[in-house]
């Protein structure tokens, strides 16, 4: 009996065990089911807002720059060379580099004793030059005497034998005196043609003479410029650069003494695109005279001239590209020829544009623009220039007055709801450093608090940034850092 009772509350409990399990798996069945019969619940969060500084877009009348860089060079050099050769023996004591000479000053001076010795000479041959000039004439001159008084012999002479002929004639006369008398005609003759050629050679000789005192002349104006040559002056104001000149030392002409430079004919050469290039030209395809600006910068300050362009090269040139263009600088003030600087060209008014900075505007020339209901809008655009971090652009009916974002960042695009920062939320403190900003009281306290919630800043970081936040002057990198970690 005892078997018997314990088999069959053993029995009993499987089946309950069994009849549980069943009721178990029922139940997870139907939940399971229900679950999935139910529909989805929506997940209902807030909108971000972000906050983006806006800036109107105004059409404006805009004188567009090109920036490009360029050589100082000198209008007017001029190497000093040694026209004749010899013993330096007299130099002037700013004759060296950097030294500044006038007009006309004698820099210099070369031994002239042996030009000058030679200028004596061709002086000497000058006076007996006109010596033999005097006696050339001379001659001439009583050459021509001599020919009149034989021409008046033979007409003597020739009255003498028709006196003759006409005794003979009458029987009164001789055949052997009519004779004597043609004997002596042409003697008389003979002694004519003789003159005539004293006279031929006497002209000769004064054409020998005054080729003589020709050359004489030359050779004396020779050696007087020659030994002017033994001067050396300098032909303008300038200053003196590679001198290699030393007082006592020996040259040979032609040799290269230093480089005279104007250093008040300045100009800048620099090369331009052919697209800049011809936003230079007038519609008769000739160069505006515009206004050029040239800037040397150091560390602490900057050299500044301003200038005209005045020419463009007569070609191209091998291997090189764009246009080569020469500006007139006047009082270029500490500018050296030789120095390497930027050069800012302004372009001819460009009416109706709108500057926006280059920030604002996409690869897609887009601008996000301030919609209705605070929402951004895309606005396509036509890009006219790049002025360094602006834009100008096209002034369009859909853009001109329309708020557009300053700052682009990959979270904005169409549609996106914004909180707008007006006026850039602030400005360049007057008088103050580079590259610092004083912002306005709202944006001041957003970035402050910004920097207090973020957890993902360290404790000195943070630190360090909420010490320039309440400071009066913020640094702009500083600014632009933390409003980038928000997209605004």
């Known amino acids: 009996m005892r078997f018997l009772r314990r088999s069959l509350t053993g029995l009993f409990l499987v089946s309950l065990t069994l009849a549980l399990l069943v009721w178990a798996g029922q139940t997870v069945r139907e939940a399971v089911q229900a679950r999935l019969d139910e529909k989805p619940r929506a997940i209902r969060g807030e909108e971000r807002v972000f906050a983006v500084t806006l800036r109107r877009a105004t059409a404006q009348d805009v004188r567009p720059v090109i920036r490009v860089y360029g050589e100082v060079q000198s209008r007017r050099t001029l190497e000093l060379r040694a026209a004749v050769g010899g013993r330096i023996v007299e130099m002037a004591d700013n004759f060296k580099e950097g030294g500044t000479v006038r007009s006309g000053q004698v820099l210099a001076r070369v031994d002239p004793a042996d030009l000058r010795d030679a200028r004596d000479r061709a002086q000497n041959d000058l006076a007996d030059a006109r010596t033999e000039d005097k006696e050339a004439a001379a001659a001439l001159e009583l050459a021509r005497e001599d020919l009149q008084a034989a021409r008046e012999q033979a007409d003597l002479q020739e009255r003498a034998l028709a006196r003759q002929k006409d005794l003979l004639s009458r029987g009164a006369g001789t055949s052997s005196a009519v004779e004597a008398a043609e004997l002596t005609l042409g003697t008389a003759k003979q002694a004519i043609l003789n003159r005539r050629q004293a006279v031929v050679q006497a002209e000769a000789r004064v054409a020998r003479a005054a080729a003589q005192l020709s050359r004489a002349r030359l050779a004396l104006a020779e050696a007087e410029r020659r030994l002017a040559d033994t001067v050396i002056r300098a032909e303008f104001d300038g200053m003196l650069e590679d001198v290699t000149l030393e007082r ?241």
Do not use: C, H, W
Not at 354 to 367: G, K, Q
Not at 372 to 383: A, C, K, N, W
């Open 248 to 488: 006592g030392g020996r040259i040979a002409a032609g040799e290269r003494l230093a480089d005279l430079i104007d250093g008040d004919a300045l100009e800048v050469s620099f090369r331009m695109s052919t697209t800049q290039y011809a936003r230079l030209l007038d519609d008769q395809g000739r160069l505006r005279p515009l206004e050029v600006t040239v800037r040397l910068v150091t560390n602490d300050d900057a050299l500044e001239a301003s200038g005209v362009l005045d020419r463009d090269s007569a070609a191209v040139g091998d291997g090189q590209t764009g246009r080569l263009l020469f500006a007139r600088l006047d009082a270029a003030r500490g500018l050296k020829p030789g120095d390497f600087v930027a050069v800012e060209v302004k372009e001819p008014l460009l009416p109706n544009v709108v500057r926006l900075p280059a920030t604002a505007i996409n690869t897609s020339e887009e601008v996000l623009a301030l919609g209705d209901d605070s929402r951004l809008e895309v606005i396509p655009v036509t890009v006219l220039r790049r002025q360094g971090d602006d834009v100008l652009l096209r002034a369009d009916p859909a853009l001109v007055g329309r708020e557009v974002v300053a700052r682009r960042s990959p979270l904005l695009g169409a549609g996106i709801k914004v909180r707008p920062l007006r006026g850039d939320g602030a400005s360049l403190r007057s008088g103050g450093k580079a590259g610092t900003l004083r912002l306005s009281d709202e944006r001041r306290a957003r970035l402050i608090a910004q920097v207090r919630g973020d957890g993902s800043l360290a404790r000195d970081e943070k630190e360090r940034f909420l010490k320039q936040l309440q400071a009066p002057d913020v640094p702009e990198a500083t600014v632009r850092q933390l409003e980038a970690r928000t997209g605004g």
